[in-house]
């Protein structure tokens, strides 16, 4: 039932239209980022806003080919694209060349290409493809199970170069799997890790346990309405640990303390599994549950933390969470980053005529921290137009993912959406110091061929299978 | 098909509404409320001010002022920040031409137009007074504070070390240095670099287009505090150590002088020497050129890097491993005719026991107590009886290095028996192939460090401390563990007595004692005379001694290069030492007057 389409009619140039716009946007910033009164000829290729016009000259025609390809060939050889790039990520850990202390790059002549950045389609079009079938059903945990496979088996391949912070990108596929249908306390519990872990690593591990308890306590206590069963039981564990301690304070030290601990969490479960059966609560038992699972949690991320992560990794969540403050030390980008968009004010320094962007002083400028020039050069103002073609480019891939006939387009497209808003998210977020440093492009704005090149094919392969809705129902 | 999850779809939106409200209310928080941030607003920058604390001090064992610091000031620039200006008037104030004005800026820009690097190093105090004045006129430009060293003495260069810039290899590996750091280079300087240096400090002010401080930057909230130096004190006893440049003088060679109760350095004398405050400041790169290129080496620190054979000073040490080995004792008589096979003697007395041995530095004797020590019967073969006797060398410290708080001390060579096995091939040495070994010549090399060290261990009767040159750096005014603990010789006590003995008569043995000419009123000198063979040119003169006698207050090892004998140079110029040290002064003038004469350099160059 082929309905051939003039694609020239039917793509969705608004989308093309901010691609653009944010890649002209994306180009001014790099100029103006290694800006120097001395060279200030456009087209120098030996400055990198002279390799970024090459880089965004040949992502249009990338784009081009993309939309030339037919979209049957991104279904049908998904399975194909996926075991390449995995292929190429086995292979750059063997033959890639380290940069950063990271063998995250192929070198070809002077350019450099991360198969990182092309893992990200390529994963998107496969968990598209998994999940396309009507059989596959997420509240199944074997299907679940696969689909996390799917894409964590780049993310795997990209720790081990180590590049964390484009692993961590994948986490994005959680809302894709939200999206098809994956059970949302699995995302709840999920938002849930993320803020004991800051908690863990603010707090001692003892008092987040021990608000955990009091706060499931109360929750039980007030959603129950049943008040004198729970009390009584906290008042004859509050008498055995008071006797404990008063023991061991002015008897006989004999260890009161933890012996009534002990008898305490025996008669807190007795009674616990007792309340449950009596009134019949089986929600208490999840909570229950779930509070046993968040205890266990906290002490594993404090050993992991502590344990696992490299100094310098930790030094950035804690300078983040404000428990280190070393301005020229570790936390020293950041701190640069503030003092360039803070600087900035509500309408910024102008163009070109940034101060703190041209210390040099934040490593990564062009890169990483290419929104410290947006925001010192055009502001408060310039940040809010750049947020917003930001939000009028996902809004857009929204509402294009939904006019999908097809569940592979649709889910394609709400993978691009999550891709790049979790790229928009926590980049921004850095540089303002809401999240922790994780060294990941600004999509289209960042300089570097490879991300631009990723992000375009990303992009467009959805265009093209928006192009074709009509076409063809896969 | 309908779409079980479409209202998911809100969700998502929902959560896409909340990130960009909270990007949002921090960017308007940073960029809009907070004051701190919007005062650099109106085109002002930051400049980074470091603060360089004041290095740690150091002083001699009697509390005596070593090194201090004195300022020194750098103009630096911000290419990016200057402006027209008068040029001419700039360089008159700063005394430099206008090429070179040129020059510098064009330096400067190469490295960063926006970041301050230094545009004139360590300018006068005067200078500095000149051109603050007129500061305001000349905005990118401003003056950084830093401290120079200063020596007291123009001596103990060896010791004290010096300071220089970092290179690029450090400011790579450490992150602690910035281009334009300093750090210590050689010497106390680079042993205990982390406890002088202190920790530097920063000031971020808000600075406006002209270059003037507007303030500081969100009140000193990011500000570190500089924190100076701790203090040094070294175990050198800085009037002999004067002392003993003064005799080294016109002489190259060395003294190294220990207390043996303690192993702390009392002089370390490396000759020719040169005046620390050479390397100091601007003239350093020039001075340090020179030095480098003088062919009597001054840099070379010779007390701790040369390697000679010990020569007859290595006796007293053969005579005590042949003693502890049971194949010798006080009372042996080796016989002397004179000489012993190939290797050939003076005329003395025949036969010696130890002590005499000792005292008339009989070749044939120890050659003989050595060929017994590798042909004990109690060894299955030669090899192991030689591995038994290296063993007690590096006991003693020969061979490897000793471990103190000098940067560049060298290992010395004792070889190993497969070294020979190599040589002559396994089993086909005896003693007889390397007797030469008995009487310290052949193969092995010593540093004069470690033959003082040595020395020290035979005052001691039997142990030694690690020498050192810092007595306590820091606060806790403790000495470091690793040179509080002994270093056992493994030779029992009382065969000490016959050696030093024969020590104490090479001075006061009258006829025929090597070093009869050497001894000063009311102190018993224990020493040894050596000839280190110098297969470049005229032998060099060795002396090792301790005293007092009973105990010891000073050890010291003497080199003079191309002196011939030990009595004749080493031997007086180690009495006059330890006269200085142990009386405070010298009673014996003219032989005072006869070493400060001699020029062995002038006379080296003659030939």
Same mark, same amino acid.
């Given at each position: ?474 | ?251 190259? !060679?060395? %003294?190294?002088?220990? $207390? ?10 490396? @000759? +020719? *020497? #040169? ?33 000679y054979p010990p020569g007859s000073t290595f006796k007293?040490?053969v !005579?005590? %491993?042949?003693?502890? $080995? ?10 002397? @005719? +004179? *000489? #012993?096979?190939f290797v050939g ?18 070749n044939?004797?120890f050659c003989?107590?050595f ?63 390397v007797i030469s070994l008995g009487i310290g010549q052949g193969e092995i090399g010593t ?83 050596g000839t280190a063979e110098n297969p470049?040119?005229?032998d060099h003169?060795v ?65």
């Amino acid at each position: 039932m082929k309905r051939s389409v003039n694609i020239l009619l039917s793509v969705d140039w608004l989308t093309i239209g901010v691609y653009l716009l944010l890649v002209f946007l994306g180009w001014l910033n790099i100029y103006a980022a290694v800006y120097d009164e001395q060279h200030p000829s456009v087209i120098d290729f030996s400055q990198r806003y002279g390799k970024q016009l090459v880089w965004v000259f040949a992502a249009l025609v990338i784009a081009l080919i993309v939309m030339l390809v037919d979209n049957r060939i991104y279904f049908f050889f998904s399975w194909f694209i996926y075991g390449g790039v995995v292929l190429l990520l086995v292979l750059v850990l063997i033959i890639g060349k380290e940069i950063n202390g990271a063998k995250a790059w192929f070198e070809f002549g002077g350019v450099g290409l991360q198969p990182s950045e092309f893992a990200k389609f390529a994963t998107a079009l496969v968990v598209a493809r998994y999940l396309h079938s009507p059989a596959i059903n997420l509240t199944r945990p074997r299907d679940l199970m696969t689909a996390v496979a799917l894409f964590m088996t780049p993310v795997m391949l990209i720790i081990l170069q180590p590049d964390l912070g484009t692993a961590v990108v994948f986490i994005s596929f959680f809302f894709v799997l939200f999206r098809a249908g994956m059970s949302p306390y699995i995302l709840f519990s999920g938002l849930l890790m993320i803020i004991l872990f800051l908690l863990t690593i603010l707090f001692d591990d003892l008092f987040v346990a021990i608000g955990l308890v009091i706060l499931a306590f109360i929750i039980v206590v007030l959603q129950s309405r049943k008040f004198l069963p729970p009390l009584t039981g906290l008042a004859v564990i509050a008498a055995l640990v008071a006797g404990g301690w008063l023991t061991d304070r002015y008897l006989i030290n004999i260890g009161g303390i933890e012996v009534a601990i002990i008898i305490s969490l025996l008669i807190a479960g007795l009674g616990l599994s007792w309340f449950i059966f009596r009134y019949k609560l089986k929600w208490v038992m999840v909570i229950y549950l779930f509070l046993l699972g968040s205890i266990m949690y906290i002490y594993t991320v404090d050993y992991a933390f502590n344990n696992l992560l490299r100094p310098h990794q930790q030094t950035r969540i804690n300078i983040i969470l404000g428990i280190e403050s070393d301005p020229l030390g570790k936390g020293y980008n950041l701190n640069q980053s503030l003092i360039s968009i803070g600087s900035g004010g509500f309408s910024g320094k102008g163009y070109l005529q940034g101060t703190q962007t041209k210390f040099r002083f934040v490593p990564e400028q062009s890169t990483d921290f290419i929104f410290c020039t947006v925001g010192e050069e055009w502001g408060f103002i310039g940040s809010i137009a750049v947020i917003g073609i930001y939000l009028l480019l996902f809004f857009r891939l929204i509402v294009l993912a939904e006019r999908q006939k097809s569940a592979f387009a649709r889910i394609y497209g709400y993978s691009v959406f999550s891709i790049l808003f979790f790229h928009f998210f926590i980049n921004i977020g850095m540089t303002i110091g809401l999240v922790p440093v994780i060294g990941i492009p600004l999509p289209f704005l960042s300089y570097g061929g490879s991300s631009l090149w990723g992000f375009t094919i990303l992009l467009f392969v959805f265009l093209r299978l928006d192009a074709s809705r009509t076409e063809y129902l896969l | 098909m309908k779409d079980p999850f479409i209202n998911r779809k809100y969700i998502l939106v929902l959560m896409i509404m909340l990130a960009s409200l909270m990007l949002l209310a921090r960017l308007f928080y940073i960029q809009v409320i907070d004051d701190s941030y919007r005062a650099s607003a109106e085109s002002n920058v930051l400049r980074f001010v470091t603060h360089y604390p004041a290095r740690g001090l150091i002083y001699d064992r009697n509390g005596r002022l070593l090194v201090s610091n004195k300022a020194a000031y750098d103009v630096m620039v911000i290419p990016g920040q200057t402006t027209v200006l008068d040029t001419v008037e700039f360089c008159e104030l700063a005394g430099i031409t206008v090429e070179s004005f040129r020059d510098r800026i064009r330096v400067a820009r190469r490295y960063s137009r926006m970041a301050p690097s230094v545009f004139l190093k360590q300018i006068s105090a005067e200078t500095f007074g000149v051109l603050q004045e007129k500061m305001y006129r000349f905005p990118g430009f401003y003056v950084q504070t830093r401290t120079l060293r200063e020596y007291a003495k123009p001596v103990a260069a060896h010791i004290l070390g010096y300071v220089g810039e970092v290179d690029d290899n450090i400011v790579h590996s450490n992150p602690y240095y910035k281009p334009g750091d300093y750090i210590g280079i050689t010497g106390i300087e680079k042993s205990y670099e982390e406890q002088l240096r202190g920790r530097k400090g920063v000031n971020i002010y808000l600075v406006d287009v002209h270059g003037r401080i507007k303030g500081s930057f969100r009140d000193g909230e990011n500000d570190t505090v500089a924190f100076a130096g701790s203090d040094i004190v070294s175990t050198i006893d800085i009037d002999l150590q004067e002392y003993g440049e003064l005799l080294m003088k016109n002489k190259s !060679g060395s %003294i190294v002088a220990i $207390e043996p109760s303690t192993g702390e350095v009392l002089a370390l004398v490396s @000759s +020719p *020497g #040169y005046d620390p405050s050479l390397l100091v400041g601007r003239v350093r790169s020039d001075n340090f050129r020179q030095l480098e290129q003088d062919t009597l080496k001054p840099l070379f620190n010779r007390a701790l890097m040369a390697s000679y054979p010990p020569g007859s000073t290595f006796k007293p040490v053969v !005579g005590l %491993i042949a003693l502890q $080995e049971k194949v010798i004792t006080a009372g042996t008589g080796f016989g002397c @005719s +004179p *000489g #012993y096979l190939f290797v050939g003697c003076h005329s003395h007395p025949s036969p010696l026991n130890l002590a005499d041995a000792i005292m008339h530095s009989c070749n044939s004797y120890f050659c003989q107590a050595f060929r017994r020590t590798l042909e004990n019967g109690v060894y299955s073969s030669v090899s192991e009886a030689y591995e038994r006797w290296r063993k007690y060398l590096t006991d003693f410290g020969f061979g490897n290095r000793l471990n103190t708080d000098f940067t560049n001390e060298l290992p010395g060579f004792i070889p190993q028996s497969t070294y020979y096995d190599r040589y002559y091939g396994a089993g086909r040495w005896r003693a007889l192939t390397v007797i030469s070994l008995g009487i310290g010549q052949g193969e092995i090399g010593t540093t004069p460090l470690q033959m003082a060290s040595m020395t020290a261990a035979i005052a001691n009767r039997g142990y030694f401390y690690t020498p050192h040159i810092v007595r306590s750096a820091g606060d806790t005014g403790e000495t470091p563990t690793q040179f509080t603990g002994r270093h056992m010789t493994g030779i029992d006590s009382t065969n000490f007595i016959p050696v030093i003995e024969g020590m104490d008569l090479v001075v006061s043995g009258g006829p025929g004692a090597t070093a009869r000419h050497i001894g000063i009123p009311g102190v018993t000198i224990c020493g040894k005379t050596g000839t280190a063979e110098n297969p470049h040119g005229k032998d060099h003169s060795v002396f090792i001694a301790f005293a007092p006698k009973e105990s010891p207050r000073i050890a010291i090892a003497v080199y003079v290069e191309n002196a011939g004998f030990g009595s004749t140079m080493a031997a007086p110029i180690a009495s006059l030492m330890m006269e200085k040290y142990l009386t405070g002064k010298i009673h014996n003038r003219w032989r005072e007057e006869n070493i400060l004469g001699l020029n062995l350099i002038a006379v080296e160059e003659e030939r």
